[in-house]
């Protein structure tokens, strides 16, 4: 990094509002998290979290797909498949995100980004959707087993100084650093 790019992180830091990437600035949308962590903890007395959201949606899929096994399941017992704050909060985000998107100018069009068109070919569409499919799945299993998500324990978990969560997270950046440096080691 040079002088200038040095500068540009410390205005970056000093006036988030003039972030220099095309992005939205990563310190306002930290400082926003932290907002939203405080009002869902205020109104809800709950941590914000996604992976409760896809074990409700997976118990209403369940209830019209096998309804009896699903009825049978302890698990939905004491949570019952339905549309709670947690699902909401996941269509909210994938709204956000796309706003966040087309208001950031990063709507590119492309499947496929570059880094991965380098790695794997132009053409690889198949190969992204299997990935992605396949790593959706072991987030899942790893959110359940580990009591909550990136969501909970990166931002509400840590919020509370919870130490399990602070282990989560360190655990959560080095497989996917592990798993990065084995996708895309030359």
């Given at each position: ?42 109104f809800s007395n709950k941590p914000l979290g996604a992976s409760t959201a896809y074990a409700r949606l997976a118990g209403m899929l369940g209830k019209l797909v096998a309804p009896s096994h699903t009825k049978s399941l302890k698990y939905f017992h ?109």
């Amino acid at each position: 990094m040079n002088f200038n790019d040095h500068y540009s992180v410390l205005l970056a830091v000093v006036d988030p509002l003039q972030y220099a990437g095309p992005a939205w600035s990563p310190y306002l949308v930290g400082a926003l998290i932290g907002v939203l962590s405080m009002f869902t903890f205020y109104f809800s007395n709950k941590p914000l979290g996604a992976s409760t959201a896809y074990a409700r949606l997976a118990g209403m899929l369940g209830k019209l797909v096998a309804p009896s096994h699903t009825k049978s399941l302890k698990y939905f017992h004491d949570n019952p498949p339905k549309i709670g704050w947690e699902v909401m909060l996941v269509g909210g985000v994938v709204i956000g995100a796309l706003i966040a998107a087309w208001s950031g100018g990063e709507i590119t069009g492309r499947l496929l980004p570059a880094m991965w068109q380098e790695r794997f070919g132009a053409h690889s569409n198949l190969l992204r959707a299997i990935v992605a499919f396949v790593g959706g799945g072991f987030m899942a299993f790893g959110a359940r087993m580990a009591g909550g998500c990136t969501s909970g324990h990166g931002i509400s978990g840590t919020l509370q100084l919870a130490v399990g969560s602070w282990i989560a997270v360190i655990c959560i950046f080095i497989g996917g650093t592990i798993v990065a440096m084995l996708m895309f080691a030359v």
